[in-house]
C-alpha cells in the first residue's frame, strides 16, 4: 500500500488567496480552479471582470493537470508542434494548468483562466508555490496541513 497526501481546505485556501494575490498584483481578472487527486472541484471563483468563459476553462485545465500529471502546457505545445491526435485526447490543450506534486505524486492542480495563457500559468503558479513554500516554512511533511490518506 502506498501513503498519499490530500489537500484540505486550510491548503485550498492558501492555493486560492496566492493565485487571486497574483491576478490582483498585475491587473487580471481571472476564474481560478482547483481540484484534488481525482479531478473533482474543491474550488472556483470567478473574480470580477473575469470572461465568462473563464469560469468554465479554469476547471478543465486543472483537470487535465490531474489526468496527466503534467503542466496543460505541455498539450498546447503538442498541438502547435503539429502532434493534433492530443486533441482526441479528453484533455484541454491551453496553457494555465498546473499540477501539485508532493513525493512523486499529483495530489491535486490548479487551472486559471481568462488572460492570457502564459499570465494563467503564472497566476496558477503562485498559487501552486504559496503552498509549497508554506510547508517548507511550516516544517511539515511536503504541504502544509495536508492529510494522509
Known amino acids: 500500500m502506498k501513503t498519499t497526501h490530500t489537500l484540505l481546505l486550510d491548503d485550498v485556501k ?20 482547483i481540484c484534488d487527486a481525482g479531478g473533482h472541484a474543491l474550488w472556483l471563483q470567478r473574480m470580477d471582470g473575469a470572461p465568462l468563459m473563464s469560469a468554465a476553462v479554469a476547471p478543465e485545465k486543472a483537470r487535465t493537470c490531474v489526468l496527466t500529471g503534467k ?12 502532434r493534433f491526435a492530443a486533441l482526441a485526447m479528453p484533455v484541454v490543450p491551453l496553457e494555465g494548468g498546473e499540477p501539485i506534486v508532493v513525493e512523486g505524486c499529483v495530489i491535486g492542480a490548479v487551472g486559471v483562466s481568462g488572460v492570457k495563457s502564459g499570465e494563467d500559468a503564472q497566476v496558477a503558479r503562485a498559487g501552486v508555490i504559496a503552498l509549497l513554500a508554506h510547508a517548507a516554512a511550516s ?5 502544509a496541513g495536508t492529510a494522509r490518506t
Do not use: C, R
Open 71 to 82: 503542466p496543460s502546457k505541455a498539450f498546447e505545445d503538442m498541438v502547435n508542434n503539429g
Open 139 to 143: 516544517g511539515k511533511d511536503d504541504t
Open 14 to 33: 492558501l492555493i486560492a488567496a496566492a493565485a487571486e494575490a497574483e491576478a490582483l498584483a498585475h491587473g487580471w481578472a481571472v476564474s481560478i480552479a
